[in-house]
C-alpha cells in the first residue's frame, strides 16, 4: 500500500495532523446539532417540533452509537492496528453523514446520528492511542494537548455553520451542516492511509524491523543508528515483560498485584466521569438554548453567543499547549476544577435572581468556564489513559474510556433538557458540586505523567499503598527514565552475582 516517506519531525507533524483530524471531527459532531435542535425553525417543522425528550434523544443517541464504536474497538483495535480502525471509523462516519443528510423522518436521523456515533467512537479510542505511541516524551503532553484544541476548534466550524445557515427557509437550514461533516471525514481516511503503523503495535506483532523503520522515521536516523537500536530494546524489553504470562485475558484489567491493572481502570474511568460531570457538554450541546429559554435572549442573539463562547472555549482549549508539559497533568485539572465550580456558583446565584441584568452576568460566567474548562479538563481526559497504562493493555483501556465517555455524556446530553425544564438554574448547583469534588480526587489519586517515557508506566504504583503512593510522593510516583536506571541496577547485580559464583 502507498506510503508517505516523511521523516523525523515532519512524520510527527503528519501523525499529529491526521490525529487531530479525527478530533476536529469528533468536535464538529459533538456541536452541530446544537444550533439546528430546539428552536421554532426549518428543522423543527421537518420533525414535527419535537419536545424536551425527544430533542435529548436526537441528540443523545449519537452518543450510544459512540459507546457501541468503542465496545467494537475493544474487541478488534489491537489485533487489527491503529491505521485500520482510524480508516474505518472515517469510512463509518461517511456513511452516516449520508443518512442523516438525507433524512425525512426522525427514526431516520436517528439512525444516521447512531452511525455517526460509532465511527466517531472507533477514532475516539484510537486516535489518543496512534498519536502517543508515535510522539516523542518531551512533547508529548504538548502534541495530545493540541487534539483538544482542535476538538473546539471543529466545534467552532459547527455552531458558525449552524448560524450561517439558520437564515435559510429551505431544508439546506440543517442538511448542509449535517452533510458538512463528511468533507472531515474524507480528510481522516486521506492522511491516515499513507502513514505508518506504531512502532509498539508492530513491536507487539512480532514485526520488529518494519518498528525499526518506523522508529527510524519518526527520530529521523537511519534503522541502524544506537538511538533507534536502543529505542527498539526498550519497547521490545518492555513487552517481553508485559507478555510474560502469555495471551491476554479479561480478568486481567480487575488485578491488583504488581500491575495495578485494577487502579489504572478506575482512574481511567473516573478521569472520563469528571470531564462530562464538570457540565461542558450541557454548555456544548445546547448553549443557545440555555441562552434563550433560561436567560430570556433572542434566537439569533442566542445563537451569536453560542458562537463567540466557542471562540473562548477555543482560546483557553490552546492555553494548555504552553502549559502541559511545563506544570503537569495534575496541576491544571485542580486548577481547572477549582475555576469550574467557582463559575457555576455565580452563574446559579445570579440566575436566580431572575432580572435581566444578572442573566447578562451569568453568561459572562459561562464565558469564564470555557476558558478554565479548555485548560485542564478539556485536554488530560482524552490522553491520560493511554499515558498511565501498559502496551499490554492500552488500546483496551483507551476503548474503556471512550465508552465510558460517552455514556456520560450520553447521560448528560439526555437529561439537561429535562432538569432545565425541571429545575431550571438549580441544575448548575448540581455541577457545581460534582466539580467540587474532583479537587481532591485528583490530589490523592491521580499519578503525574509529565515527562515519562512509556516504558515508565509500569512503574507508577509501585510504592503501593490506598493511594499507589500519589499522595505521599505528591503525584510524581515514578522519574522520567526510571525504568533504565532499574535495568542498570539490576544488570549491575546479576553481573556481581555472576562474580560471586566464579570465584566460588
Known sequence: MWKHNFQGKTLVFAITAASCQAFLLLGYDQGVMSGIIGADNRFGRDFDNPDPEMQGNITAL????????????????????????????????????????SSYTVAQIIVGRIVTGVGNGMNSSTAPVYQSECSPARIRGALLTLQGTVTILGVVIAYWTDYGTSFYESSFQWRFPLAFQAVFAVFLVLQIIGLPETPRWLAAHDRHEEARSVIGAILGKEVDDDDVGKTL?????????????????????????????????????????????SGSNMINYYAPVIFQNSMGLSRNLSLVLGGCAQCTYLVGSAIPVFLMDRYGRRSLLMVCSTGLCLCFVMVAILLSLG?????????????????????????????????????????????????????????????????????????????????????PMVYFFYPETKGLELEDIPLLFTKGGFTGGVFSSKG?????????????????EGQDVEEVETIV
Open 476 to 492: 510524581r510516583t515514578v522519574i522520567p527514565g526510571q525504568h533504565l536506571r532499574e535495568v542498570q541496577i539490576g544488570g549491575k
Open 233 to 277: 530494546l526498550d519497547i521490545q524489553s518492555g513487552i517481553e515483560e508485559e507478555h510474560k504470562d502469555g495471551p491476554f485475558r479479561f480478568k486481567e484489567l480487575f488485578t491488583w498485584g504488581e500491575a495495578q491493572n485494577l487502579r489504572r481502570m478506575l482512574i481511567t474511568i473516573s478521569v472520563q466521569l469528571g470531564q462530562q460531570f
Open 355 to 439: 432580572t435581566p441584568n444578572a442573566a447578562y452576568g451569568a453568561t459572562a460566567f459561562i464565558f469564564i468556564f470555557q476558558l478554565f474548562y479548555g485548560v485542564g479538563w478539556l485536554p488530560v481526559p482524552w490522553f491520560y489513559p493511554t499515558e498511565i497504562n501498559t502496551t499490554r493493555v492500552r488500546s483496551r483501556m483507551q476503548a474503556i474510556a471512550s465508552g465510558w465517555n460517552w455514556m456520560a455524556v450520553f447521560a448528560v446530553v439526555k437529561i439537561t433538557p429535562i432538569a432545565f425544564a425541571n429545575i431550571a438554574w438549580k441544575t448548575f448547583v448540581i455541577f457545581a458540586a460534582l466539580n467540587a469534588v474532583f479537587i
Open 62 to 101: 449519537y452518543d450510544i452509537g459512540c459507546v457501541i464504536g468503542s465496545i467494537i474497538c475493544y474487541f478488534i483495535g489491537e489485533r487489527l492496528g491503529r491505521r485500520t480502525m482510524l480508516i474505518t471509523g472515517g469510512i463509518i462516519m461517511i456513511i452516516g453523514t449520508a443518512i442523516l443528510s
